[in-house]
Nanobody, 124 residues
């Protein structure tokens, strides 16, 4: 059974940082595309960043480049999202996702494995 378990969310003031983690199990993490999504209240879920299985190729949503960094440690089956210079508009539920493929990892609509999410709240 595939499981994705996020952690690291919380409350932070504007300008602060958080690092989210996602522990994957039930599949070979090194063979899967992985990504972070977020969903703010009243808004649709959006892709934040994605990383290819090897970990060296990443893709970021244009609006978040320079502030958010995705990475993965395949030896630990763990995905990360480093978030810096956080803004109130970054407040959302953040989800880890995976797709059992090694290609087109930037194709956010094709992700079909999901964690339950971790809440990030940024106050001004």
């Amino acid at each position: 059974e595939v499981q994705l378990v996020e952690s690291g969310g919380g409350s932070v003031q504007s300008g602060g940082s958080l690092r989210l983690s996602c522990l994957a199990s039930g599949y070979t993490a090194s063979s899967a595309c992985m990504a972070w999504f977020r969903q703010a209240p009243g808004k649709e879920r959006e892709g934040v960043a994605a990383v290819y299985p090897g970990g060296t190729t990443t893709y970021n949503a244009d609006s978040l480049k320079g502030r958010f960094t995705i990475s993965r440690d395949n030896a630990k089956n763990t995905l990360y999202l480093q978030m810096n210079s956080l803004k109130p508009e970054d407040t959302a539920m953040y989800y880890c996702a995976a797709r059992l493929s090694s290609t087109l990892c930037y194709a956010f609509p094709q992700y079909n494995l999901w964690g339950q999410g971790t809440q990030v709240t940024v106050s001004s």
